[in-house]
């Protein structure tokens, strides 16, 4: 049988067709409409026709897949009208009503949001800069040295390589100080929060991804006493008040000298716990005064101004808040996970 005459056919039986109930209009979708059915059977069939044919079939066969697709639509919607009519609603009114979920914010959010009221009411405002960064702004203006090891502290996702001034997503948001301070005149006092990159395996300890608030002060007479201070005001409110801090050396390019804070161990309080591995001490932050070498390169006279910079993973302090063990549940999206923080308020 050729195709026309089978199109003929098919087109009697549809004009034919009748359903009084849904199974009876599945049956016709089945038959006509679904992957293996005749409407598709017909198209293939269609390919191995003549050109010739192809031209005056093609338009017969179109006219036929409207009317089997408008006879399915036309069935349905006589069987929702007659339900309707014969006082059947296909709802059921006496279901009880879908409650209205509300979202909730990300713990990461929540916490920056937290971070950064802290140092607003300090007077920092918030600085931003661009994630995809060159080296000047990464590095070479912050006192990394060409081919230092220091580099190699933070592993770099480079981009694009470009004479003396590659391109790369920003290890730290300390590129935005540098930003800020060649941009402007001391005094400066601003936090920088924003998503930092590095080449790190993903586990439950790393990302490649993870998000920072950075800090820096600048203005004459800043003294490592004024970081002190205000770092230590800024985890009494956020940890409360019976959390103690230290100073350990250490070392960055940029600050000279250079410290890493701990805080007492939010959870056993000093104690000892698995947390804090029994030392009852957490590590938080990195800060330092600023190298003067660095306000030279941003064009600020480091005879005349000082300044102290700090910076911290907001992971890092939300896990201490939370008590959250594994860094991968950020970035899931596990909607029972995202659930358990605060709801968002209208
Ligand atoms: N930029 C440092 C880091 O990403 C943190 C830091 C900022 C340390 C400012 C000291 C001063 O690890």
């Keep these: 049988m050729d195709i026309k005459t089978k199109i003929q056919g ?33 198209f293939e069939e269609f390919k191995t026709v003549s050109t010739e044919e192809k031209r005056e079939l093609g338009q017969v066969l179109n006219v036929f897949k409207q009317l089997a697709e408008s006879k399915h639509k036309s069935l349905l919607e006589q069987i929702a009208d007659n339900s309707d009519k014969a006082g059947g609603s296909t709802q059921d009114l006496t279901l009880p009503g879908k409650g209205l979920e509300l979202g909730s914010r990300h713990p990461l959010s929540l916490v920056r949001k937290e971070i950064v009221g802290i140092f607003n009411k300090m007077g920092f405002i918030v600085a931003e800069g661009p994630e995809i960064e060159d080296d000047w702004h990464n590095f070479s203006a912050l006192n990394f040295p060409e081919e230092h090891p220091a580099r190699d502290m933070q592993d770099t996702f480079f981009i694009e390589k470009k004479e003396g001034n590659d391109i790369a997503l920003r290890t730290h948001t300390s590129s935005v100080q540098v930003r800020m301070m060649e941009n402007g ?21 790393a990302h490649c991804f993870f998000h920072q608030v950075e800090g820096l002060y600048v203005d004459e007479d800043v003294s490592f006493a004024d970081l002190k201070q205000t770092l230590f005001h800024f985890v009494q409110e956020l940890y409360g008040e019976d959390t103690k801090v230290r100073f350990r050396p250490s070392y960055f390019p940029f600050t000279e000298p250079s410290a890493e804070m701990d805080i007492s161990c939010t959870i056993c309080k000093g104690a000892g716990c698995t947390l804090c591995k029994w030392s009852g001490w957490v590590e938080i932050l990195g800060c330092g005064m600023v190298d003067p070498n660095v306000l030279e390169n941003c064009g600020i006279d480091s005879k005349k101004y000082s300044g102290f910079a700090f910076g911290m993973g907001i992971e890092r302090i939300t896990n201490l808040k939370y008590v959250i063990k594994d860094l991968r549940l950020f970035s899931e999206n596990d909607i029972r996970f995202l659930r358990q923080f605060e709801t968002e308020t209208i």
Aim: glycine share 4%; hydrophobic share 45%; charged share 30%.
């Design 10 to 42: 098919y087109t009697e039986e549809i004009n034919a067709f009748n359903a009084s109930s849904a199974e009876e209009i599945e049956a016709f979708r089945l038959r006509f409409l679904v992957n293996k059915g005749i409407v598709r059977s017909l």
């Design 185 to 205: 005149k001391p005094p400066f006092r601003a936090i920088m929060p924003g998503r930092v990159y590095r080449n790190e395996a993903i586990s439950a300890r």
